[in-house]
């Protein structure tokens, strides 16, 4: 190998190498650990935070609808299931609901109109099972029940 060839290698190698060292496991659990969508049905008009709790024994299994785990909270935005948290990413959409009727909410994202925050799957500390919750409701009502200051958020352009 030429020296020219050295340098170049050694001067283009070294980032990639670096950047796949950091960002390949973000990128491969991307990729590699989906599961498949599920959908949340949540009372029309509710805000507040969400609470599904998995593994508990006198409860239903979740159903299916449309090849989607179908998780259709109660009045209280609460579910409670004997199924197992599915483990990965999937495209989940949520939809709020009165009766038969069903109107889809987005989780766009910060200063990008969603309704739907911080979907996360935990362990309550308590009995050890797991749960997954997350926030419903404007921007500005997420902001306010993450951070009643308004001190840690930039203002959206």
């Known amino acids: 190998m030429s020296k020219s060839h050295f340098v170049l290698v050694a001067v283009l190698g070294l980032p990639i190498f670096i950047a796949a060292a950091v960002f390949g496991p973000a990128a491969f659990d991307l990729v590699f650990h989906r599961r498949p969508p599920e959908r949340f049905l949540i009372p029309a008009g509710y805000s507040g935070w969400v ?71 935990m362990v309550d500390d308590r009995n050890s099972t797991p749960f997954t919750r997350f926030f419903v409701g404007t921007e500005d009502q997420y902001r306010h029940a993450v951070d009643p200051t308004g001190n840690d958020w930039p203002a959206c352009q």
């Open 51 to 121: 609470r599904v709790d998995f593994r508990q024994k006198d409860a239903q299994p979740l159903p299916m609808e449309a090849g989607r785990r179908l998780l259709k909270l109660d009045v209280h935005a609460a579910l409670q299931t004997s199924s197992d948290p599915q483990p990965g990413h999937g495209k989940d959409d949520f939809f709020y609901y009165a009766g038969d009727r069903r109107t889809p909410l987005s989780n766009a994202g910060i200063c990008k109109g969603g309704m739907v925050w911080q979907v996360e799957t």
